[in-house]
């Protein structure tokens, strides 16, 4: 089956730094890729998603960049904000599939 | 994902009790899915259904079971010959389409006492 890889585990920055976030998939079926943000007890939601067949995705200050032949993908954050905190996971579902494959996560902590 | 409801939010067992939490939506999903969450282990599939009437094992369905009754409603109950119940629990929905979104309920914290 799918194996999702997510690193780093924790990521300190400071306001204002940029923040990057990778995974790697093992399944080259895999075609869709979204990122969920979690806030300490919250839900996780829906932050960026990016297809097979796109590159490069961007939302304000959030990207997400895909590298299929090399099978990894990553959370791009700019300028960050003490409100991106959080824990950000990834996940890969593979072509005609119901069910993604998650990673870890990632503690992102943004310092004013 | 405001349209998955969890109930209720946090939940005490005592050791040899059954559990049963509730998970509904009224974004006309078809698919919808349990996830337990442990600190440092991401999200892990216990049991999900595509269609009403039918559901399917995912990775650490022992100890739990469920029931796809309508179309709204995928309730699951944890049951005495879960060890150790003791974890965040969260539902799931998404559309029919594979590789579509899946949208999150509140959760349910479990504490067995």
């Known amino acids: 089956g799918e194996n999702v890889e997510q690193h780093p585990s924790t990521l300190s920055v400071q306001e204002g730094d940029s923040a990057v976030i990778k995974c790697t998939y093992s399944?080259?079926?895999?075609?869709?890729f979204p990122w969920y943000k979690q806030e300490l007890g919250k839900r996780p939601q829906l932050i960026i998603d990016?297809?097979?067949?796109?590159g490069e995705k961007k939302d304000q200050r959030i990207a997400v960049t895909l590298n299929k032949t090399a099978k990894h993908f990553s959370l791009h954050i700019t300028e960050t904000q003490p409100e991106d905190s959080a824990v950000y996971f990834c996940?890969?579902?593979?072509?005609?599939?119901?069910?993604?494959?998650f990673g870890r996560g990632t503690s992102l902590i943004v310092h004013p | 994902d405001g349209g998955i409801t969890q109930s209720p939010k946090y939940l005490f067992r005592k050791e040899g009790q059954n559990v049963t939490l509730s998970c509904e939506q009224n974004?006309?999903?078809?698919?919808m899915y349990w996830y337990r969450q442990d600190p440092g282990q991401g999200l892990r599939l216990i049991y999900y259904?595509?269609?009403?009437?039918?559901?399917q094992k995912g990775d650490i369905a022992e100890g739990y079971s469920v029931s796809r009754e309508k179309k709204e409603s995928f309730p699951l109950t944890v049951t005495s010959a879960q060890k150790n119940p003791t974890a965040f629990y969260l539902c799931?929905?998404?559309?029919?389409?594979?590789?579509?979104?899946?949208?999150f309920g509140p959760g349910t914290r479990l504490t067995v006492l």
């Open positions: 996940a890969a579902t593979k072509g005609g599939s119901y069910i993604p494959t």
């Open positions: 399944d080259s079926a895999s075609n869709y």
């Open positions: 990016i297809r097979s067949n796109v």
């Open positions: 974004l006309n999903h078809d698919a």
């Open positions: 259904s595509q269609i009403v009437n039918d559901f």
């Open positions: 799931a929905s998404q559309t029919q389409g594979a590789g579509d979104t899946q949208y």
